[in-house]
């Protein structure tokens, strides 16, 4: 059954469609984190280079670019050669008396010259290459921290550094411990590529960000529940939103902020095509004292002009912005000939706008735990489209969060100390009976004060502001 077919419907059938829509705004693939992973291990360069294969080439191009990614990718390498040519390379030093530099066959020798152009020398005169993969575990370990800003924040950082860390690697018995499990589960390895893992029959546990992230946090008994950082909307879903826009003849977004996501908007907008959005007029801002700071800087994150309005409250527990958005939509409608509307907002109460304007088009972007099953009942059996907007890619919006948080801290901090050192010199000079002259007060809070006043945060996260008395 087409979802924008006029029909009439049953509750069975809206129910089978409901369930077709949530399917069809199933998310699109990422493949950022899994390419990341996929160089810092070592995973060859063909890979990249196979379009077919998940890891992009574009992150091979710009990490290999990178020093810190660049000396953990090459001390995995060969790592991994070492694992998977053991016997050959103990063969080599102790039969044939061959140092592992001249083993280019088993050990890449291009690997070792990048470390030592990188300042990373490896010692390869060894009786027998045990202590080699020791001394490879090690700079792993001291060096793999290096690369935790390659990774979004919100990553638990522990269990994705983990990976690339031999359990009790740098002991013999761990080592031997590591190469067995290695060996005896080598077809469930990734492109066979030593890593730390239970080492399951998962498929290509690099296949998506979605499925590595989801594994790796199963892997330490937790959960992975922020799907929206690591895939996309269906590319079904984005046309069906291109394919309203350019049916238009003008169209604007009205969006309710207390009933909506700033950040989540915010991705859906950024992982839309910008030549398809050009057909918008604006966005229009419906704001409101209880919703969340970040809309006012909306406007400086999307490629859409945006008109901000703060809307102001008769009584604190009463909003009007359903009413001044209906107002809003009905002037844009009537006066400025507005035929299609994005309308941002799970509340239910805007169904009433929507039929007061039969001859408009509407198309409703919604969030997940706030919609009702009534409402979006309600929105299929009169064909009006919705999407979610909290399923698009949420790495479009980390910009904005960062700025969104950067400016809530700095007000809370300044309007927690609140503090004048001019006036609190006064008030000190006053309680001690000591005279100073103004420009006496300015020498000492220059010289003295400002130098000596610390901050300190204790492990409960309190701040405490101390002065320090230096002789």
């Not at 290999?64 to 016997?87: G, S, T």
């Not at 992230?213 to 959960?223: C, K, R």
């Not at 801002?285 to 409250?313: C, N, Q, T």
């Amino acid at each position: 059954m087409d979802i924008n077919s006029k029909t009439s419907l049953q509750f069975s059938d809206v129910l089978a469609l409901l369930k077709e829509q949530d399917h069809n705004s199933s998310h699109g693939e990422q493949y950022d984190i899994v390419s990341t992973v996929a160089f810092l291990l070592g995973i060859r360069k063909s890979i990249f280079e196979n379009a077919a294969e998940p890891p992009k080439f574009d992150i091979y191009e710009k990490l290999e670019q990178d020093k810190k990614a660049r000396i953990i990718r090459n001390l995995c390498i060969l790592r991994n050669q070492l694992e998977h040519n053991f016997l050959k390379v103990c063969r080599g030093i102790q039969q044939e008396g061959i140092s592992i530099l001249g083993m280019s066959d088993y050990m890449p020798v291009d690997c070792m010259q990048q470390l030592s152009d990188d300042g990373i020398d490896i010692y390869v005169h060894m009786k027998e290459p045990t202590p080699y993969l020791i001394n490879l575990n090690q700079n792993i370990k001291n060096r793999i921290n290096n690369c935790r800003s390659l990774f979004p924040e919100w990553i638990n950082w522990d269990y994705l550094s983990n990976i690339f860390i031999m359990p009790n690697g740098l002991t013999e018995d761990g080592t031997k411990k590591a190469a067995a499990f290695f060996y005896e589960n080598m077809v469930y390895y990734p492109y066979q590529q030593y890593m730390n893992w239970p080492a399951q029959d998962e498929g290509n546990i690099l296949l998506n960000d979605k499925k590595f992230m989801t594994l790796l946090y199963s892997w330490n008994n937790d959960e992975f529940q922020h799907i929206s950082f690591v895939s996309d909307v269906s590319e079904r879903t984005k046309a069906n939103i291109y394919t309203f826009i350019e049916n238009s003849e003008k169209c604007v977004f009205i969006v309710d902020c207390e009933n909506s996501d700033p950040y989540s908007l915010c991705a859906a907008i950024n992982n839309l095509e910008p030549e398809r959005l050009e057909k918008i007029d604006k966005i229009i801002l419906f704001d409101d004292i209880h919703a969340a700071s970040a809309w006012e800087m909306l406007g400086s994150y999307v490629k859409i002009p945006v008109e901000y309005i703060m809307i102001e409250r008769l009584k604190d527990n009463k909003s009007l912005a359903d009413v001044k958005v209906a107002a809003r939509a009905c002037k844009e409608y009537f006066t400025n000939k507005v035929d299609s509307f994005v309308l941002v907002s799970s509340d239910s109460d805007y169904w009433g706008l929507i039929e007061e304007l039969p001859d408009a088009e509407f198309l409703v972007m919604l969030e997940h735990e706030k919609t009702s099953f009534a409402l979006k009942e309600t929105l299929m059996k009169n064909d009006v489209f919705y999407c979610y907007i909290d399923s698009f890619y949420a790495g479009a919006a980390e910009d904005i969060k960062k700025e969104a948080l950067n400016r809530a801290l700095s007000r809370s901090i300044k309007d927690s100390l609140d503090l004048n050192l001019y006036s609190l010199m006064h008030e000190v000079l006053e309680r001690t009976r000591i005279n100073m002259t103004e420009a006496e007060v300015e020498s000492f809070i220059k010289r003295k004060l400002k130098n000596q006043l610390e901050i300190e945060v204790t492990e409960d996260g309190e701040v405490e502001l101390r002065y320090r008395i230096r002789k």
